[in-house]
């Protein structure tokens, strides 16, 4: 198979966005995707559209389509395909475009996703996320998303002795990188007081452990490796594109605090790139609780199971630290559109290879990996990315 | 890029099937294609599954990981994939499985199609199919499908004479092909005057005019060709999978008469297969109104424009004639579970190439198209499958 390689970058801004629809928020991003590549529409010759759940939240389905008609690239018939496994459509969409690119079915093709969240407001969001989990066996029965994971946390603190203090500075050291990113839904530092003393929400998890609900959208345009020059001269190469599925209903799993869908997707991935775990300068993981990215570090293989905890107190998963994580303020500061967090995973870590990061670039760095979440873990995709 | 070959099928019953639920349909379905390539779950390496709006109609979302999960497939943590188009869902499944077994990321690989639509009762599920439309310009304003090709049914009378009479005789014909098939949804035959005197749904439209609401799955196996006959004696090959879209909106178009993406799509596709029209000996296409079926026998151009309701009385669409169209009894008889369709259509022509198709063969048919429309043409899939 042929090697892929990313050359177009968009994202928007995340949070509520209420004056903008989820086609603007699309076109947005798409457009901005083209005009880093110095493309124009006419040469894409396919979509890929990461969405979890445009059917609840907008009453629309057929999103491909529509994605394809608003953004102006019906003038060529493109074929645009919807993806979704819950919050891991993104990174699906990804992977999905880059399988089209590899198999040569396609050379140019837009993998994007998009989400919008806010219009029907918190409660029925709530519900709507929780079509994710096994809704016969876990939502019906009242489980919600906090509510899970605050299962996986407690188990997690009992079975490791991981602290209070260790959650919160997953959201506190992620508030602080998303402070640098101008397109952060949270800007704000916060201490792990503040993270202690939020509002309750599904023992032990409180407000500040929890990603927000968010509008948004990205993409990146993929091209065959050899033809990237013709469109940077900064390509960013897809070295492995790897995906694993487990049991969607968590009471179903092996481990209440190990996703093992994410070792599975990682030994994959660094078998395909033939890389090590010590080779990565930086890594977007799947935070959607504080909670998550303890585990996501530990499941990767970047820290032993049960060190997440004391590594993110001692700094090591800061910008500067040993192995930075979530420069772009993670799903936590960022925002979690669901559909859109796999590809502003992408778009994030490309900046980052390229050097284009700002205030939060990790210096020097050549290898990135992304890690995205569907459910509590019956979805996980990873990709390699080197400059 | 290496060819693709279909060496297993499987397809439930089409109907309202209270007794069983989403995903004991899926598991039927699968498993049947399992067994039919004397193949065991744990071979199977990849899941593509197609299903338009499992969100709106059971409150899932993340359906990959579930069909992967209840399919006991899990213990391999195959990726799965759910993608969605509308009623085309099921075509995007197929294709995007080709393209994965094509592009050598996957070997084995189920491409499945699933819709459980009669639980939450016809207004509903009607309101629900909407999302396939513009939900802001079409089903907003109270646009529904019997609405929309009712439309394109009035402009094709008025622009080529298309008569009652020839729309009926479409239902007629595929209800004659679905009472020799013992999937479908209705096996009765019914008359050009039972059609006529059925209940109004939009003027021209009557009830027999319009595909029913169905509970249904199906489901194929597919492997590199040079693999194929590991699993089979009666490979049947992919010649081409092709895919176009159009504007969601049927008021963008530009013509009332005809769906370009269909023509888009087939001319990719006979291009790539390098085959004529006249090639096909049999073809499953989109007929989820009377009005369909005629003009997409026109856009896939195996009669001229205008000639599609002429030549259906004619009989040359049936069983016998000059090319047998819809010998499942398409949606209108065999069902129309949105998401199943396309992998039914693909079932139905690989039992014809394979000469498995009973009461309803077309003899010596060598080469097989299908055709699945999302919407009224926002996304076109066309197969070409040769044995």
Same mark, same amino acid.
């Given at each position: 198979?042929?090697?892929?390689?990313?050359?177009?970058?968009?994202?928007? *801004?995340?949070?509520?966005?209420?004056?903008?629809? &989820?086609?603007?928020? &699309?076109?947005?991003?798409?457009?901005?995707?083209?005009?880093?590549?110095?493309?124009?529409?006419?040469?894409?010759?396919?979509?890929?559209?990461?969405?979890?759940?445009?059917?609840? !939240?907008?009453?629309?389905?057929?999103?491909?389509?529509? %994605?394809?008609?608003?953004?102006?690239? %019906?003038?060529?018939?493109?074929?645009?395909?919807?993806?979704?496994?819950?919050?891991?459509?993104?990174?699906?969409?990804?992977?999905?475009? %880059?399988?089209?690119?590899?198999?040569?079915?396609?050379?140019i093709v837009i993998s994007a996703g998009i989400e919008k969240m806010t219009d029907i407001g918190a409660e029925k969001a709530m519900d709507a996320?929780?079509?994710?989990?096994?809704?016969?066996?876990?939502?019906?029965?009242?489980?919600?998303?906090?509510?899970?994971?605050?299962?996986?946390?407690?188990?997690?603190?009992?079975?490791?002795?991981?602290?209070?203090?260790?959650?919160?500075?997953?959201?506190?050291?992620?508030?602080?990188?998303?402070?640098?990113?101008?397109?952060?839904?949270?800007?704000?530092?916060?201490?792990?007081?503040?993270?202690?003393?939020?509002?309750?929400?599904?023992?032990?998890?409180?407000?500040?452990?929890?990603?927000?609900?968010?509008?948004?959208?990205?993409?990146?345009?993929?091209?065959?490796?050899?033809?990237?020059?013709?469109?940077?001269?900064?390509?960013?190469?897809?070295?492995?594109?790897?995906?694993?599925?487990?049991?969607?209903?968590?009471?179903?799993?092996?481990?209440?605090?190990?996703?093992?869908?994410?070792?599975?997707?990682?030994?994959?991935?660094? *078998?395909?790139?033939?890389?090590?775990?010590?080779? %990565?300068?930086?890594?977007?993981?799947?935070?959607?609780?504080?909670?998550?990215?303890?585990?996501?570090?530990?499941?990767?293989? !970047?820290?032993?199971?049960?060190?997440?905890?004391?590594?993110?107190?001692?700094?090591?998963?800061?910008?500067?630290?040993?192995?930075?994580?979530?420069?772009?303020?993670?799903?936590?500061?960022?925002?979690?559109?669901?559909?859109a967090t796999g590809i502003k995973q992408a778009v994030e870590i490309a900046e980052q290879l390229r050097g284009d990061a700002g205030k939060r670039?990790?210096?020097?760095?050549?290898?990135?990996?992304?890690?995205?979440?569907?459910?509590?873990?019956?979805?996980?995709?990873?990709?390699?990315?080197?400059?």
């Open positions: 198979m042929r090697e892929v390689a990313i050359v177009g970058l968009g994202c928007t *801004k995340f949070g509520e966005m209420w004056d903008k629809s &989820f086609r603007d928020l &699309f076109i947005e991003a798409g457009l901005m995707a083209l005009e880093d590549a110095g493309m124009s529409g006419a040469q894409v010759e396919a979509l890929y559209g990461g969405n979890m759940s445009s059917g609840i !939240f907008i009453q629309q389905e057929h999103v491909g389509a529509l %994605i394809a008609d608003y953004s102006g690239l %019906i003038s060529n018939n493109v074929p645009s395909t919807r993806v979704e496994a819950a919050c891991a459509s993104g990174g699906l969409a990804l992977r999905s475009g %880059i399988i089209a690119v590899a198999s040569e079915y396609h050379d996320l929780a079509a994710a989990a096994d809704r016969e066996w876990e939502a019906a029965v009242g489980a919600t998303f906090p509510g899970l994971y605050a299962m996986m946390a407690r188990a997690h603190m009992h079975e490791f002795g991981t602290t209070r203090e260790q959650l919160a500075q997953v959201a506190v050291k992620n508030h602080y990188h998303g402070s640098m990113n101008p397109r952060a839904q949270f800007r704000n530092r916060i201490t792990i007081d503040s993270v202690i003393s939020s509002p309750l929400v599904a023992d032990p998890l409180r407000l500040f452990d929890c990603s927000p609900i968010t509008d948004g959208a990205a993409a990146v345009v993929l091209v065959p490796a050899e033809r990237a020059r013709e469109f940077t001269d900064t390509p960013i190469y897809v070295k492995a594109a790897s995906q694993a599925s487990d049991t969607i209903s968590l009471h179903d799993r092996r481990s209440l605090t190990s996703i093992d869908a994410t070792t599975v997707a990682a030994d994959r991935a660094f *078998k395909t790139a033939r890389l090590e775990r010590s080779n %990565i300068d930086v890594a977007e993981v799947h935070d959607c609780f504080t909670i998550a990215e303890i585990m996501a570090i530990e499941d990767l293989r !970047f820290f032993e199971k049960g060190r997440g905890g004391p590594a993110t107190l001692a700094g090591d998963t800061a910008i500067g630290g040993k192995i930075p994580i979530n420069t772009s303020g993670g799903l936590k500061a960022c925002g979690h559109p669901v559909g670039q990790v210096e020097g760095a050549e290898i990135g990996l992304t890690h995205n979440v569907g459910g509590t873990g019956g979805t996980v995709v990873v990709h390699i990315l080197a400059r």
